[in-house]
């Protein structure tokens, strides 16, 4: 994920969320990413015995609640996403994120070096996305908010007999009170994802991944957060620099495996297994 507008620095960028004179935008009742962009997770529970039911109840009310809050909180925080790599050490990057109700955001990579650092915007409807090294805009159109959410919910849905998701207590990330949920494969014998959820507000604040060995392989985590902000509609506005290539692309649309051979005209080539990370 990247953010940020490229005249507008990030210490900029939070002055002009913090000190406005209207009051704070509205919350809703929960917030959760590409985030990063990114994060809400399309999991569900299978869980034997009454104590591990109501665990794995918990943590799928909490996984609910996540997604329905996901683009519906503004907020600003400091967010720092590491990849672990194998023996070839840490990729670490740091975003600044200003976000609020209506799928708006803006997210910038602070640790970049570059004078105009990669960024992406959405106003809710069109998403931007800066590639400062390529000099190149990529803008897309958006699903509302409300399709996103549904689909998300109905893919927890459809996996809720198949990965096991449980509630394993709390924690503080950032100074704030997180549920603390655990994600396992069928068999039930490995982590595959980790993340806390805000006990207030229900956005995602930390989250880990894991390849299919167990080996940790992604950690983001918000450094600081902010609730007390009122961005307004010029924060999620974004104007190319000059001699940068704009590419309209098309907005994603899911599909079939069958119809999307038909759409080209030819069949897929499958893959006999799947390298670690990609189950």
């Not at 917030?31 to 794995?56: E, F, I, K, N, T």
């Not at 997604?67 to 023996?87: M, N, R, S």
């Not at 994120?97 to 990579?109: Q, T």
Request: with cysteine; glycine share 8%.
């Amino acid at each position: 994920l990247f953010g940020g507008r490229p005249k507008v620095t990030s210490r900029q960028m939070m002055k002009r969320a913090t000190t406005r004179t209207s009051s704070p935008a509205p919350v809703a009742n929960h917030d959760a990413r590409r985030g990063p962009a990114a994060c809400v997770m399309l999991l569900a529970v299978a869980c034997l015995g009454p104590l591990g039911s109501a665990y794995a109840d918990r943590a799928m009310d909490i996984l609910r609640k996540s997604i329905a809050a996901d683009g519906q909180v503004a907020y600003w925080a400091k967010i720092e996403i590491v990849v672990h790599g194998q023996g070839k050490g840490k990729q670490i990057v740091r975003q600044e994120v200003l976000r609020a109700p209506g799928n708006r955001y803006r997210i910038e990579v602070t640790n970049s070096g570059n004078g105009n650092p990669p960024v992406i915007v959405s106003n809710g409807h069109t998403e931007w996305e800066f590639r400062p090294g390529r000099s190149v805009v990529y803008q897309r159109p958006l699903a509302p908010i409300k399709e996103i959410q549904r689909k998300k919910l109905n893919a927890l849905q459809a996996v809720e007999d198949t990965l096991h998701a449980s509630y394993v207590g709390d924690d503080e990330v950032a100074g704030r009170t997180c549920y603390v949920v655990v994600v396992k494969p069928p068999d039930g014998q490995r982590v595959r994802k980790k993340v806390w959820v805000d006990a207030q507000r229900f956005i995602e604040l930390r989250g880990e991944r894991y390849d299919q060995s167990g080996r940790l392989i992604t950690t983001w985590s918000a450094m600081q957060i902010s609730f007390d902000v009122a961005p307004g509609a010029d924060d999620f506005e974004y104007r190319p620099p000059a001699r940068t290539q704009v590419k309209r692309l098309e907005r994603a649309e899911r599909t079939t495996l069958a119809a999307a051979e038909k759409t080209v005209g030819f069949r897929a080539v499958l893959p006999s297994y799947l390298p670690p990370g990609f189950a």
